[in-house]
């Protein structure tokens, strides 16, 4: 099980296998899921930048994997 995390300056959009899993702008910064080893999955991000200064992180954990 893997947490996957986003944080924007401004706002961020973030799917998985074509499932909306973050959406910054309504507050939704991380979701947890069990990936399969081996397996191949789609991500999308979706960045919007309105302010001059860009900023923008994704990250993932686990259990035994430390935040990268």
Same mark, same amino acid.
């Given at each position: 099980k893997y947490t996957i995390s986003c944080q924007a300056d401004d706002?961020?959009?973030v799917y998985l296998n074509d499932?909306?899993?973050i959406d910054t702008r309504n507050k939704?910064?991380?979701y947890d899921v069990t990936l !399969? &080893?081996?397996?191949?999955?789609s991500m999308i991000i979706d960045y919007v930048e309105t302010d001059?200064?860009?900023s923008?992180?994704?990250n993932w954990q686990s259990k035994s994997? !430390? &935040?990268?």
């Open positions: 706002y961020a959009i499932k909306l899993i939704i910064n991380s !399969k &080893k081996g397996e191949k999955y001059l200064e860009a923008i992180s994704l994997q !430390k &935040k990268q």
